[in-house]
């Protein structure tokens, strides 16, 4: 698996192929739309500024957010359910599934599709919960 940046992915104009989205000209610019969380925010430099992506390839795009600090963003994470759509641009991502991880285990980036993470349980940094959202069809 090749990895890259998400900065130099969307710099040169590329979602990626299996995102099928409009290219974004910076992270920055990239907006990310959760209805059921009342979600509506651009993708942030820093994960410190807000949700940040912080890994993209073909076929996954990985981003982080607080649950406690830093604007909570993602403070209401676990409560995404199946079928419920996210928006980055205008790439539209349907939930397939929910798990929590340690921190290390990396093998989330190989699902084809959103990876949304926090830390948890909300205050601690001892697991991941993550959402996993396949492209729609």
Known sequence: MRFRSLLSTLLVGAVGLALAGPAAASPQSATLVIPRLGLDVRLAASLSEGPYAYYQDDDTLAIAGHRTTYGRPFSRLPMLRRGDKIRVDGAVFVVRR???VRP?????????????????????????????AAPEE
């Open 98 to 100: 929910s798990a929590v």
């Open 104 to 132: 290390w285990e990396i093998w989330i980036l190989r699902f084809r599709g959103l990876v949304l993470s926090a830390c948890h349980p909300a205050g601690s940094a001892a697991y991941r919960y993550v959402v996993f």
